[in-house]
C-alpha cells in the first residue's frame, strides 16, 4: 500500500461532501485525466460500468454530457456537468446533475469544486460537492457513492501511474 493520501468525509450539517485524495503523477496529467474526454472515459465508472463521454466541451458555459455503460454495452444512465468556472490546471467548478437520455436534467443537482495542487511530483486533488438538498445527499451516500467514488478514484490512480510510465 501506498502512503499518498485519500480522505471522505460527510458533513450532513453543511451538506458537503470533502474528498481529497493524492496521485503519484504530474498536475498536468491529473488536470488533463479531469478535463479531456479520451481519459475521463478510461476511469470515470466504479467496475464494471463504464463512462462514455457524448458531449464534451471544457469552458466556462460549457457542459460534458455522459452515460454510464453496463458491461452488455447498455447505457443506463446519464449525468451532466455544465461547467461555471475553470482556471487552467488548477481549479474547476461544475453543478452535476442526473439526467435523461435526451440532456434533461433531473434536478436538483450538486456543486462540484475541484482544486489541483502538485508538491515533489504528487498531485493533490480537493473535491468539496455541495448539495443544496439534504434528501439528495443523503441518497447519493445511500446508492454507495463513497464505495464506488473510491473505486473509480482508484481507477484514476492506475490510469496515471500507466500514462506516467510512457
Known sequence: ???????????????????????????????????????????????PLASKTILMDFRVGGRRFYAMVNPEGVEIGWQIFDYTAITP????????????????????????????????????VSIIIYNESLERMEKMIEMGFKEGFTMTLGQLEELVANLSQR
Request: aromatic share 14%; glycine share 2%; net charge negative.
Open 1 to 47: 500500500m501506498n502512503d499518498l493520501l485519500f480522505d471522505f468525509t460527510v458533513d450532513k450539517a453543511m451538506k458537503k461532501v470533502f474528498i481529497t485524495r493524492e496521485f503519484a503523477a504530474s498536475q498536468d496529467l491529473v488536470w488533463d485525466a479531469f478535463t479531456k474526454a479520451e481519459l475521463i472515459d478510461r476511469w470515470w465508472a466504479p467496475k
Open 89 to 124: 490546471k488548477s481549479n474547476f467548478k461544475c453543478v452535476s446533475a442526473f439526467a435523461d437520455k435526451d440532456e434533461n436534467p433531473h434536478l436538483p443537482g450538486s456543486d462540484w469544486d475541484l482544486s489541483f495542487s502538485e508538491q515533489n511530483g504528487v498531485t493533490k
